[in-house]
């Protein structure tokens, strides 16, 4: 089965530390990739897409994503983190743009302290 | 413009228990899904409706039913919970079966005793 796997569960930084969150997928040809964000007592948002084109796509907020497909990687970076970033991030993948519902990864919990 | 609405936000049942959750989206979407979130496992689909008139199985479906009313409504009932049912459903939807963004309601949360 297709599947969407994040390296870290949870995360803690000081503020202005860079940020790199790893995704990686398994292979099925085609894929869409998005990473949601969840602030605390809130909705997924988007965060950001990559649907084709350059791999380094840029989000919301300074975020930042870089396909590497020989990789099977979408990994999210931020260089430097505020304490407003502290949420719950998922990586989602969408295999053949056809049918196919969004998969999501676990998720990672990112905890951002002064 | 509401976007995605579930009701209840909030809800306590006991074992056995049936209940129905509503989504209603006002974007004229096409797609509408129901995902699971539980602690460490993120979100898991549920059932899912490409279009008005079909339904189609996630990946944990067993313990629900679903019924993709009109093209605005797409309802999930528990007819009869279980406690391994507690958790937070999340409704979402968009406009083109496939790679298209999600956009999410606010979530409701459901505790079974």
């Known amino acids: 089965a297709q599947s969407v796997s994040q390296h870290n569960h949870h995360v803690i930084l000081s503020e202005a530390a860079s940020l790199e969150l790893g995704c990686n997928y398994s292979?099925?040809?085609?894929?869409?990739l998005f990473w949601y964000v969840q602030y605390p007592g809130q909705h997924l948002q988007l965060l950001l897409k990559?649907?084709?084109?350059d791999p380094l796509v840029k989000g919301i907020k300074g975020f930042e994503a870089e396909f590497i497909k020989s990789k099977f990687s979408f990994n999210l970076r931020k260089p430097s983190v505020q304490w407003s970033d502290t949420a719950e991030y998922f990586c989602?993948?969408?295999w053949g743009g056809g049918n196919t519902p969004l998969v999501f990864g676990k998720g990672t919990r990112l905890s951002v302290i002064a | 413009n509401a976007g995605v609405t579930q009701t209840p936000k909030f809800q306590v049942l006991k074992t056995g228990q049936s209940m129905t959750l509503q989504c209603a989206q006002d974007?004229?979407?096409?797609?509408m899904y129901w995902y699971r979130q539980d602690p460490g496992m993120g979100l898991r689909l549920i059932y899912y409706?490409?279009?008005?008139?079909?339904?189609d199985k996630g990946e944990v479906p067993n313990g629900y039913n679903v019924s993709r009313l009109n093209k605005r409504e797409f309802s999930l009932r528990l007819e009869s919970a279980a406690p391994s049912q507690t958790s937070v459903y999340f409704c979402?939807?968009?406009?083109?079966?496939?790679?298209?963004?999600?956009?999410f309601g606010a979530g409701s949360r459901l505790t079974v005793l």
């Open positions: 979402a939807s968009h406009r083109f079966s496939g790679a298209n963004v999600l956009t």
């Open positions: 974007m004229n979407h096409n797609s």
């Open positions: 409706s490409a279009s008005e008139g079909t339904t």
């Open positions: 292979y099925g040809g085609t894929v869409n």
């Open positions: 990559y649907f084709s084109g």
């Open positions: 989602a993948v969408n």
